[in-house]
């Protein structure tokens, strides 16, 4: 082999190398902010609807199977988003929903019959024992939790990150979770809540989500002889 030759291979080892390392460089570079803003900018798109099953601690610390539907009307921003939970299980919340807009929380209450009205800022989901209200927002979850980018994990879905949190307040109701968002289709496929003691309060799944024809009006539906109550 002449010089020219080994200088050619050796410049063409070197250059692919450099490729190499720069690839496997971009895939570390990849950040919670990162994700973050895929996330945020995939569920924004339009509106979609996913089921949540697994299990959650009600209020008087027991752990109940939970199985809901979860259907999201994007809107121009984060806060506008209009989102709804209908309850299957636990049986004590079926036939219950939820809906939260960007000012308000609305409870429908299967038994009383009721709507119970309050203040987005300190609302929650009667009848658990922790707030899911702001998990559809990843904006809003990122201004409440501490994030941080565990590595890769493989989910039913497909490959994927985990991200672990910690919440900036203690009103947060849960220690720390771990999210776990998949990569070819930005978006949580699970949830997992604990406890300062490491005891899950929520371990949820994510599944079955699709793009939905989905109006405000069908959202906000309620029985018309429900009765109304503000707080």
């Not at 919670?32 to 509106?47: E, R, Y």
């Not at 079926?94 to 807009?101: A, D, K, L, Q, T």
Request: proline share 5%; aromatic share 6%; glycine share 6%.
């Amino acid at each position: 082999m002449s010089s020219i030759q080994r200088l050619t291979s050796n410049a063409l080892f070197i250059l692919a190398l450099a490729i190499s390392y720069t690839l496997f460089t971009i895939g570390l570079a990849q950040t919670v902010t990162d994700i973050g803003k895929q996330v945020q900018d995939n569920l924004s798109k339009s509106p979609w609807e996913a089921n949540i099953t697994g299990k959650i601690q009600l209020p008087d610390g027991s752990s109940q199977d939970a199985d809901f539907r979860v259907q999201v009307i994007p809107g121009k921003a984060a806060a506008d988003t209009l989102l709804r939970i209908d309850f299957k299980k636990p049986s004590s919340l079926e036939g219950n929903f939820v809906v939260v807009s960007d000012k308000e929380v609305w409870n429908y209450l299967f038994l009383t019959n009721q709507v119970v009205i309050q203040p987005r800022a300190k609302a929650n989901v009667q009848g658990l024992g922790v707030n899911l209200t702001g998990l559809s927002d990843f904006n809003q979850l990122t201004e409440k939790v501490n994030l941080k980018l565990l590595g890769d994990a493989q989910s039913p879905d497909g490959p994927a990150w985990r991200i672990q949190g910690t919440p900036k307040e203690a009103s947060q109701g849960f220690a720390s979770m771990e999210i776990v968002v998949l990569k070819s289709d930005p978006r949580p496929v699970s949830i997992t809540l604990k406890d300062a003691s490491g005891k899950a309060v929520a371990d949820l799944a994510v599944s079955n989500f699709k793009r939905s024809a989905l109006t405000p009006q069908a959202l906000k539906k309620y029985p018309a002889d429900a009765e109304v109550v503000k707080k």
